[in-house]
């Protein structure tokens, strides 16, 4: 039981160096310029979607590790 | 370097004893005046002080003071006033229970003053990787960041001593992150936080002689944020503080809302007959770390404390990798 909760703080802290890999690798460069003046509030606009899409990712895999590495916990 | 030695050490030891010699008259006090709470986890009918704010505040806003007269940054007077602000929307859910939406809304309110200092750096840095600029999103950020920091603090104070024990190790570690970081200012800045919740945890430690309150656990974790957004150090604050987040997360995942813990019906513990804490077999109830704790059988409450404890120091390891991790690019 006790593994399984600092197997969970582990799996936590490896999807938030990941998830930092992924906002400074593929989110930062991006740019969208084809939209003259409003160029900026388009590329802000979108790696803000892409921030959120990768949060509710973050959640929905944690949940999945969370089932799976407490489930004979959680069957209370 | 003598420069920043002089204000650390006496900011520190200001804090301290500022928090270890008002406490007990503070206990007296609303002993006094019947400001008490039953402590739910004591077989016999035992009453507690509560808000014991009034003193961490005290201690957080004196030694903050000393440390603006040695330095003058925006940074202190940000954590002076959104940690002031966050110990009072905390008195008032202490004195009258408010409504689910008070205490997010209004701390996000408390976050503005960070922004107005412009006390912030909109960096956001990363292990290993760098760092990416956010401008706008970062302001979005430090909206959030106060609330999220401040109810995870105050989601963990459950048993006696567990949430001043555990923002004592989040605090240290997060001091020792700065260090790290060569970020020294910030560093001495975020010393009295430690300090605070050290000579409070020797009043809050089991059996409990007062309990922080809403107050209190709303200011350690308002103090929290502010320092992890101005000191920029945002990531490994939320690393260090991963035990904490864990039981917001199992919590939320359970009751599929976000709602106040009092009005969830269904309790995640309950108690054996020799008063151990166990696990409950009700569905109903939040799933939380304390359950998860108990999940492999009933233990008592000292000893789910340092369970957590010993959670919170794993957390503080991997916080102190990561900032070493900050030095080195891929």
């Known amino acids: 039981m006790k593994f399984g909760l600092y197997g969970f703080l582990f799996a936590m802290w490896s999807l938030i160096i990941v998830g930092g890999g992924i906002m400074v690798v593929l989110l930062g460069p991006f740019t969208i310029q084809q939209f003259g003046d409003f160029h900026w509030i388009l590329t802000s606009g979108t790696k803000v979607a892409i921030a959120l899409g990768l949060i509710v990712m973050w959640i929905l895999i944690l949940s999945k590790l969370k089932n799976y590495i407490f489930k004979k916990e959680l069957k209370f | 370097m003598i420069e920043l030695i002089i204000p650390a050490i006496i900011s520190c030891i200001i804090a301290f004893f500022v928090v270890y010699f008002t406490t007990p008259p503070l206990i007296k006090i609303l002993l006094k005046k019947n400001y008490t709470v039953k402590d739910m986890n004591k077989k016999e009918n035992v009453m507690v002080a509560r808000p014991g704010g009034i003193s961490i505040i005290l201690g957080i806003v004196v030694s903050e003071i000393i440390l603006y007269g040695f330095f003058q940054l925006n940074e202190i007077l940000a954590i002076i006033i959104t940690t002031s602000a966050a110990f009072v929307i905390g ?11 008070f205490k997010p809304v209004t701390l996000a309110v408390a976050a503005l003053p960070i922004i107005f200092l412009g006390a912030y750096d909109s960096d956001l840095v990363f292990p290993l990787f760098g760092y990416v600029q956010i401008p706008l999103l970062y302001l979005g950020l430090i909206i959030f960041m106060i609330p999220i920091t401040g109810n995870t603090i105050n989601s963990i104070d459950v048993l006696n001593g567990v949430a001043t024990g555990f923002m004592v190790i989040a605090s240290f570690t997060l001091s020792i992150c700065l260090f790290i970081l060569q970020n020294y200012e910030i560093a001495i800045v975020s010393l009295p936080l430690g300090f605070v919740s050290l000579a409070f945890y020797k009043y809050h430690k089991i059996p409990s002689k007062i309990f922080p309150g809403d107050s209190g656990a709303l200011a350690f974790g308002a103090m929290y944020g502010t320092i992890a957004i101005v000191g920029g150090v ?34 995640p513990v309950e108690f054996t007959d020799n008063f151990k804490l166990k696990a409950t077999t009700d569905k109903t109830a939040p799933v939380t770390l304390v ?17 957590i404890f010993k959670l919170a120091i794993f957390s ?9 991790m900050m030095g080195v690019s891929l």
Not at chain 2, 91 to 101: A, I, N, S, T
Not at chain 2, 243 to 264: D, G, M, T, W, Y
Not at chain 2, 316 to 324: C, D, H, K, P
């Open chain 2, 91 to 101: 008195y008032v859910d202490d004195r009258k229970v408010m409504g689910g939406w």
């Open chain 2, 234 to 267: 945002e990531i490994i604050a939320a690393i260090a503080l991963l035990p904490a987040v864990i039981n917001s997360f199992l919590f939320l995942a359970s009751v599929k809302r976000v709602v106040e813990h009092r009005q969830i019906k269904g309790k």
């Open chain 2, 291 to 307: 359950r998860l704790i108990l999940a492999s059988g009933p233990l008592t409450e000292k000893q789910v404390g340092f369970a």
């Open chain 2, 316 to 324: 503080g390891i991997l916080a102190i990798i990561t900032a070493f």
